[in-house]
């Protein structure tokens, strides 16, 4: 194995990744998710973007950060939100 200076994680490749992008990127894949569900499949799931962009408009209020403590949780890390 070589060592390339990332965080290795027993649960796959995103685990190696700063938590500064992965919020990000899980937050817009369920945005673009929900559009494409809602678009194709039933106007019911046009609340799921709904949801994820009241989720980062209280993250950014209140400091909470629940979608980080959740990939945390995922990656088996138990340090607490910074």
């Given at each position: 194995?070589?060592?390339?200076?990332?965080?290795?994680?027993?649960?796959?490749?995103?685990?190696?990744?700063?938590?500064e992008?992965?919020?990000?990127?899980?937050?817009?894949?369920?945005?673009?998710?929900?559009?494409?569900?809602?678009?194709?499949?039933?106007?019911?799931?046009?609340?799921?973007?709904?949801?994820v962009?009241?989720?980062?408009?209280?993250?950014?209020?209140?400091?909470?950060?629940?979608?980080?403590?959740?990939?945390?949780?995922?990656?088996?890390?138990?340090?607490s939100?910074?």
């Amino acid at each position: 194995m070589q060592d390339n200076g990332k965080t290795e994680c027993n649960k796959g490749g995103a685990c190696g990744m700063p938590f500064e992008r992965k919020v990000p990127l899980v937050a817009g894949s369920l945005i673009l998710l929900g559009f494409f569900l809602a678009h194709t499949v039933s106007s019911i799931f046009m609340w799921v973007p709904v949801i994820v962009g009241g989720m980062m408009v209280y993250e950014g209020l209140t400091g909470n950060c629940l979608m980080t403590m959740a990939i945390k949780k995922a990656c088996g890390k138990s340090e607490s939100c910074s």
